[in-house]
């Protein structure tokens, strides 16, 4: 029997998820008071990001063990991006009443399991539930910097090396892929069509893969911090728009080579992906990051290109060449249908 | 000329927000980044809140700067309630894309506010900008033990005092109040209705002060744990539903006196309050906490009951009588037309 969230009720609801949940190594208080207390050291590092049905990601698409290991990995990622380890999430989750509570229990342990291979140690500390009339989840990470200074987006320096580790335009294909062969004319996500299309090829079964359970290296952010990284950012909006926000955040240039980037990352997880896809892409969360050229670049990561001097735009070119930045904006870009 | 949040796009969205926020004592990085870095020591409590237009919340009824004061207020009460010092908010929000700059720019400034008036100190160290059909905010709350150990809602002993800070009953007044006069008879806000209750007498003006803007008396949290409270929680739900609460955590049962009751909120901000009012109303956010009965209740907060040895229901009683739980249960109760 289906039961939902309306007929179960919050307590209950609170218990279910609760039994999904692995305790926080730092937690010394968990879920079930006001607050939940950690137990810290030094600096910390805090970010938080929403995902809500219909502009982030579309139900018929992402199943709900999907949604929350998506949700665990995008924070996940802007904590390894300033070179920190990640200890606890916070998930304040709105459902409609007629939810089924299924499809909770599946957030939760989408979101449990995520943390078990993106961040070990890193669980859920704490959350709230409430309704709203689509799914709405928004997440809160913390990390710890363990003493070391945070890499902001804002230390590149004329000379260092540019690197990126992860998936690369792989995510945005997942995405046009979706949109292409599981949607209607109007936009309208089709249900069903993802597992078909999994199936249909390894091809799409990676690409769509990056952009419903991306797997961003958290790990190798304390990795490039510790290997002396000047600067770093997770790609979230696409190569093009975030290296621009981090050579204006360094107050350089940053100079992107195609043949590095076709050499990197010109086929992942056995997808050919073009230099075009990689630079507009979006949604790809693997870590963007500088370092001096005499540091020999941490495994995992490829160079794509190099910093130079500038004071004024273009802030980001392709061979040479001014690459204007486009790809993702919530309030300006529309889906078909959204 | 009044710009919509898709006309502005994100980036100039995010500077205007963050042009209306002052800096939290603790951060070292503050937004703009992957993350904000915060300078802390010890043990952190954290909480995280949302707030949706529709069953949170009516847009009608709030003013952005009343949406951001009680956004920021409700967690700084979390954060009290544990023993804590808030020192840094996140704030997620989603808004459909036709929704004024203005309103963010109100709910940034609201925010604000009452971190200055309620938590000198703490501010907003990082968000989220997204879109959502409806208005959508989630906010995470930190707080500062200090080397205390929290004050969870599971040490009350039989023989302690109980006793309340804040306002009681009046926020669920002031709720009964909007639906009444504010709203048409299938539950829909009316719009400008606020403002002529308001003017038209200081009791209507008080109670629904209560309501949209309330004032929980965050700074007695840290007053509470150091003159040696056993237990304490904030009343979210209701008084009934909530030293339900604290008594099942602790194994007790709280015994509610209506003289003392009366005695100390009878007569609130010039409001009549009854004692049903009290137990059921909800969104009060005060602090309700346990005294060892050798010590002396620390001004601001009255006496209202004790705490009784029990391992079997019923948890709460009212003058020997026992008190059925109401109130909210956000996956039950049914707002008139939500």
Not at 69 to 92: E, F, H, Q
Not at 177 to 202: C, I, M, T, W
Not at 296 to 308: C, E, K, T, Y
Request: include cysteine; charged fraction near 20%.
């Amino acid at each position: 029997m289906t039961l939902t969230v309306g007929e179960l009720g919050e307590s209950g609801v609170l218990r279910r998820i609760l039994s999904r949940l692995d305790a926080a190594q730092v937690a010394t208080l968990g879920p079930g008071d006001d607050c939940a207390v950690l137990g810290v050291r030094g600096e910390l590092v805090i970010t938080t990001d929403t995902m809500i049905e219909g502009p982030d990601f579309r139900a018929a698409w992402h199943s709900g063990w999907d949604l929350g290991w998506k949700l665990a990995a995008t924070n996940l990622s802007d904590v390894a991006a300033m070179g920190a380890r990640p200890i606890a999430l916070t998930l304040a989750l709105a459902v409609p009443r007629d939810t089924p509570v299924e499809l909770l229990e599946a957030i939760a342990t989408g979101m449990n399991h995520a943390c078990q291979a993106l961040a070990p140690g890193c669980g859920v500390v704490g959350g709230d539930l409430g309704t709203a009339p689509v799914i709405t989840a928004a997440v809160t990470a913390l990390g710890e910097l363990s003493g070391r200074p945070a890499v902001t987006r804002a230390g590149a320096r004329a000379g260092d090396t540019l690197a990126y580790a992860g998936d690369l335009g792989l995510a945005g294909l997942g995405l046009s892929l979706l949109f292409a062969e599981a949607a209607d004319k109007h936009g309208n996500a089709q249900p069903d069509r993802v597992a078909e299309l999994k199936s249909a090829s390894a091809v799409n079964a990676e690409t769509l893969a990056a952009q419903l359970t991306p797997t961003p290296p958290v790990g190798l952010g304390v990795v490039a911090a510790t290997s002396g990284a000047t600067a770093m950012m997770d790609i979230s909006d696409s190569l093009s728009i975030d290296a621009d926000r981090l050579a204006r955040a360094s107050g350089v240039r940053v100079e992107l080579e195609s043949e590095l980037l076709l050499g990197g990352f010109g086929s992942q997880r056995g997808v050919d992906v073009p230099v075009a896809a990689m630079l507009t892409g979006g949604e790809d969360h693997g870590l963007l990051a500088t370092f001096p050229a005499d540091v020999v670049i941490p495994a995992g990561f490829a160079p794509i290109g190099r910093v130079l001097a500038a004071h004024l735009d273009p802030r980001v070119t392709l061979d040479g060449e001014p690459q204007e930045p486009a790809g993702w904006d919530p309030y300006v870009l529309r889906w078909p249908g959204a």
